[in-house]
């Protein structure tokens, strides 16, 4: 199916451990992008991409990894996961009238 | 520093009256302006994009832009309960990179 999907929706892990969430596009868009969204905080940017291969921090990045070698995924790592961490994940991409398309979110809780 | 300004809420309608939503900007720069809807515990969904000055209609949406005064409004026609969700409004730097305001949340009552 056309479109952006994230996986897993939901993920409970332990504090230290390493957890990867993933993200898949099938629109070829060059721009994707992580958000973090809390109460109270609204939508933070993590990390986003303009193409393969070619990453930039956003206004979170402390604590997370990203990668892009395909244009299609856009994976997020955390290297070790802190209960600051616990959050809802969202991957959105940018398409040509520059408005952004989310996936539907990763539940991160971190135990 | 780039901002997006919104009031949070909640704004509480009646069924079938006009819900109206603001949101005010700090770069002049900017030149693209999006609202999206996202209801409890999904993902926002983009409903109205505006580039020029005016309005822009769609069913019973219609966003509003002024660039002089920096501020972009939604107004949501025949509230119907379904319309109940936080509203997001996003503003496009000069690299078209969003700027995302903390939302106002809707409420319609019945």
């Known amino acids: 199916d056309a479109g952006i999907t994230q996986s897993p929706r939901y993920k409970i892990t332990e504090t230290g451990r390493q957890v990867t969430l993933m993200c898949h596009q099938t629109w070829s868009h060059s721009y994707m992008f992580w958000y973090r969204q809390d109460l109270g905080h609204g939508l933070r940017l993590i990390y986003y991409?303009?193409?393969?291969?070619?990453?930039d921090k956003g206004e979170v990045p402390d604590g997370y990894v990203v990668s892009r070698s395909k244009t299609e995924n856009f994976p997020l790592t955390l290297e070790s996961a802190t209960r600051s961490q616990t959050s809802v994940y969202f991957c959105?991409?940018?398409?040509?009238?520059?408005?952004?398309?989310f996936g539907s979110g990763t539940r991160l809780t971190v135990v | 520093q780039k901002e997006v300004e919104q009031n949070s809420g909640p704004l509480s309608v009646p069924e079938g009256a006009i819900a109206s939503l603001n949101c005010t900007y700090s770069?002049?720069?900017?030149?693209?302006f999006f609202w999206y809807r996202q209801y409890s515990g999904k993902s926002p969904e983009l409903i109205m994009s505006i580039y020029s000055n005016g309005d822009k209609e769609d069913g019973r949406f219609t966003a509003q832009l002024n660039k002089a005064s920096q501020y972009v409004s939604l107004l949501i026609r025949d509230s119907q309960p379904s319309d109940s969700a936080t509203y997001l409004c996003a503003v496009g730097d000069s690299n078209y990179q969003l700027i995302w305001g903390a939302g106002t949340k809707l409420i319609i009552k019945p």
């Open positions: 991409s303009a193409a393969a291969d070619i990453t």
């Open positions: 770069d002049r720069g900017s030149q693209s």
């Open positions: 959105a991409s940018r398409g040509q009238n520059y408005g952004y398309t």
